[in-house]
């Protein structure tokens, strides 16, 4: 009954013969009723908000540290049609500068990266295939690089473009290898058997060079299979919930026995051994559904000779 | 090689991340570990044992990375799994109790409380908390190819900067795989399966026969593979690639079309730890007072609605096995079909993380069970395999060089590489020049400052965990990653100043040690290795 207001009603009543009960307290609220308090059930936000655990606050000290004064730039490649840079420009390189451009290079020039195809060439800083320049905000330390060819070579370099067009290089970058899109146009075949392993492994290891091949990359880097999914499931174990739903209700029923009797005796409630406190007291709790219910609560004396018992019938209606 | 006509090689990936906070009385990314040793590795071993037992021949091929395997073998977080399980016997014989007039709910109740029981007299009793003794015997009685996996599982398509990183990532995990399983992997699982071309020159190194790639690796290498992946190929090195077969992939990954979706499955998110009264559950759930999953859970699929049925064991198993007999029919046409247009018998690669079965997948290990059984019992096309196996078979395969790839989102990189998580580079990579110019500076030192040197290493190598990447894109506790990667990186910058100025800190050295205590026996010269 979805979005309908539920009563719930309890009558309760404690029968067997009274002088069976002399001997144990039963506190007079027994059984308690506890209506649950509606709240959200799998619904909401991500449920684990997360904690700090006590004792382990964060520690500022532990900050990474904003800059390593050194001028430098490393690419790296994210896919076949894009790759990152990050950067840092030391302070140290202010006289660099000022050597190249003059007193107002730094104000005059333009922060720029620019990016060379140096597939299988030794670059020399002046024989790449192409090369593309692009601007970068004066404050970036790194950047999203698109490069529309796949399964080529690149390295970036970092500078400063004057006001009279001369690029002055501050840091030049690593190589990378964006990988292919798709199936590789070389089809040569070729064989080993792991006795051959050897000749190959000490053989110069260039990169066969390929023509260009653009194709769309495969149909299940698109279809984006399972992504949700996977993500989850490799994700160390954490749940994540279904989004909210409409206005909701939820009411349960629950209550709890609890009693005492002598520390030593033994006790059965429903059948089932309950564990006594070190005081005799001792607490069961029940979803209670619609109906009726008896409670047969038993408890012994440690030797046997003594027996007490009580039973109570709970009813609940639901509407 | 008998009459089939091909193999499968089922490989599961059992990997976590290095959580252990001795500092900490009960920390809550913990339960990480003892939730995957009650619901997957027990499981596993348990239904491993019980098929050996009964004498049926399977071969699984089960990469257990380092930062695992140390949890596995940590006496404080033994201790603690301990007092874990018997937290949740507790609540579970209070949950007998509680739903006693709700008959269907009661047996699920009883169901969990007899699994709890059973972990932890198979965890406690017959294992003396070792769980690692579990998997080592049955590597010993031929069921389980046990492979390894980087050192703290970094992600190396984005280490590629520092090739001594990637070395020591490689060679610290072979070393300790020898170690503690007292055999030299044959395989290596590549972390996320992620390749560089060049890092299988390192594999060979170390004598590794072969890796796992997604699809595409192996499709888009150079030469065209002619098997595409249904046989591996040969890196220059004479490493051998295998790539993984994306139609058993789907079946069990998919999220719309995949087994663990089933209505007649376990509901992961409906657990005892979010719907029970909050006084009732206080005590069993996180102790700063937040819900979180308990691992009881009652209810079933059931459907796209909040309105769950509660769960029915029978049926749900009645299911698993239907799901295994599924698979297998449709390998066996996969593999004839395959077999009639390859001249040599075609293995298909199934990879899965571990933790998918039992965890995520509650009855993903019954799964595996019925897989089995069905497979040895009521099919003659394929057999089980481990990649291996199949290089012993295969010794002439073809040369060709993998591609850049990964089996994260969109098959690159973009997953670890992204606007959440890009920051820690430049820091990582800071940090592993740094080391290297350390194991150069101070070759084959002693006393404190050796001390110091491979406590630098660890706190490296646990900073390049591609786990607290991951966390920061998928955005469940992203404050932990963050703070995890910013506190190895602060311990090892310490490290590295002190050792510099040589003036190291002895207290707070200690208190390190104390903390992040993987791979005692570290040799940080591993980082002067010409790589």
Not at chain 2, 10 to 30: G, K, N, S, T
Not at chain 2, 250 to 262: F, L
Not at chain 2, 370 to 391: C, E, N, S, W
Request: aromatic content about 12%; some cysteine; glycine content about 6%.
């Amino acid at each position: 009954m979805p979005n309908s207001e539920k009563t719930t009603e309890h009558s309760l009543s404690q029968g067997t013969d009274p002088s069976e009960a002399v001997e144990i307290h039963v506190s007079e609220t027994i059984p308690e009723l506890q209506v649950i308090e509606p709240r959200e059930l799998h619904v909401g936000e991500s449920p684990v908000q997360y904690q700090e655990a006590p004792g382990y606050a964060w520690d500022s000290r532990y900050e990474v540290p904003d800059r390593y004064e050194s001028t430098r730039i490393v690419l790296m490649v994210r896919d076949p049609f894009w790759m990152h840079a990050y950067w840092e420009i030391a302070e140290d390189i202010s006289d660099i500068v000022t050597t190249a451009l003059g007193p107002e290079g730094w104000l005059a020039s333009r922060k720029t990266l620019r990016v060379h195809d140096v597939t299988d060439i030794k670059f020399d800083g002046s024989n790449a295939h192409r090369s593309v320049d692009i601007d970068i905000h004066e404050h970036a330390t790194n950047w999203y690089i698109n490069v529309d060819r796949p399964n080529r070579s690149y390295c970036a370099e970092l500078g400063l473009i004057g006001s009279d067009g001369r690029f002055l290089c501050l840091s030049r970058s690593n190589t990378v290898r964006t990988p292919r899109a798709g199936a590789s146009e070389v089809i040569d075949e070729e064989w080993m058997t792991i006795s051959a392993i050897e000749k190959y492994y000490s053989a110069p290891t260039a990169l066969p060079a390929s023509p260009e091949m653009i194709s769309a990359i495969s149909e299940r880097m698109h279809l984006e299979m399972g992504s949700e999914f996977v993500g989850e499931i490799s994700s160390p174990h954490m749940a994540q919930r279904a989004k909210p739903r409409q206005f909701w209700l939820n009411a349960f029923v629950e209550v709890i026995v609890h009693g005492a009797t002598e520390p030593d005796a033994s006790l059965i409630i429903q059948g089932r051994p309950v564990r006594l406190r070190p005081d005799g007291t001792f607490q069961v709790r029940y979803a209670l559904p619609d109906g009726e219910q008896i409670v047969d609560i038993e408890a012994m004396s440690k030797d046997g000779a003594m027996r007490r018992s009580i039973t109570t019938r709970l009813t609940r209606n639901t509407w | 090689m008998g009459d089939e006509k091909g193999y499968l090689a089922l490989i599961l990936h059992a990997h976590l991340p290095y959580v252990r906070h001795p500092e900490h009385p009960d920390f809550f990314e913990e339960t990480w570990l003892y939730e995957a040793i009650t619901e997957t590795y027990i499981p596993l071993i348990q239904i491993f044992r019980r098929l050996a037992n009964e004498g049926i021949k399977f071969r699984i091929t089960m990469s257990i990375t380092p930062p695992l395997a140390s949890m596995l073998q940590d006496s404080l977080l033994k201790e603690r799994y301990l007092r874990h399980i018997e937290r949740l016997i507790e609540l579970a014989e209070r949950e007998v109790d509680r739903t006693r007039w709700l008959p269907e709910l009661n047996e699920n109740a009883k169901m969990y409380l007899e699994r709890f029981r059973e972990a932890r007299h198979l965890f406690a009793d017959e294992y003396q908390c070792n769980l690692l003794a579990a998997f080592i015997a049955l590597q010993d009685r031929g069921c389980l190819e046990l492979i390894t996996s980087c050192a703290t599982h970094g992600y190396l398509p984005l280490m590629e900067i520092s090739r001594e990183a990637v070395n020591a990532q490689i060679k610290i995990a072979t070393d300790y795989h020898r170690r503690t399983f007292h055999r030299s992997p044959r395989g290596f699982w590549l972390p996320e399966c992620g390749f560089n071309p060049g890092d299988d020159v390192f594999l060979k190194q170390e004598g590794i026969r072969y890796f796992i790639l997604d699809a595409h690796g192996v499709l888009f290498a150079s030469p065209q593979p002619k098997y595409g992946v249904f046989a591996p190929v040969y890196c220059k090195s004479g490493v051998a690639a295998f790539g993984r077969d994306m139609e058993s992939s789907k079946q069990v990954w998919s999220a719309k079309e995949g087994y663990p979706g089933d209505h007649d499955y376990r509901e992961f998110y409906r657990d005892i730890g979010y719907d029970l009264d909050y006084d009732y559950i206080k005590p069993y759930i996180h102790p700063g007072g937040a819900r979180i999953s308990t691992g009881i859970k009652y209810y079933r699929i059931t459907g796209k609605t909040h309105d769950k049925q509660p769960y029915d064991r029978d049926r749900a198993l009645r299911k698993a096995a239907i799901h295994a007999g599924n698979f297998i029919f449709n390998r066996e046409r996969q593999i004839e079909y395959l077999a009639s247009v390859m001249n040599r018998k075609p293995i298909v690669v199934a990879p899965y993380d571990a933790e998918l079965f039992g965890h995520w997948w509650f009855e993903g290990p019954e799964w595996i069970d019925f897989l089995i059984r069905k497979a040895t019992y009521d099919q003659r096309v394929f057999k089980l395999i481990t990649p291996g196996d199949y290089l012993n078979i295969y010794q002439r395969n073809q040369v060709s060089t993998p591609s850049l790839s990964s089996w994260g989102y969109k098959g690159y990189s973009e997953v670890w590489l992204e606007g959440s998580n890009d920051w820690i580079y430049r820091h990582l990579h800071k940090a592993a020049e740094r080391m290297v110019e350390l194991a150069k500076a101070y070759p084959d030192s002693d006393g404190l400052k050796r001390r110091a040197l491979n406590q630098a290493a660890r706190e490296l190598l646990l900073a390049q965990s591609s786990d607290w990447a991951f966390i920061m894109k998928t955005g469940t506790v992203v404050p932990y990653a963050v703070r995890r990667t910013k506190e190895h990186l602060w311990r090892f910058t310490k490290l590295y100043e002190d050792i510099l100025r040589d003036s190291i800190d002895e207290g707070r050295l200690q208190d390190m040690e104390y903390r992040n205590n993987i791979f005692p026996d570290i040799n940080y010269m591993i980082y002067a290795d010409k790589a």
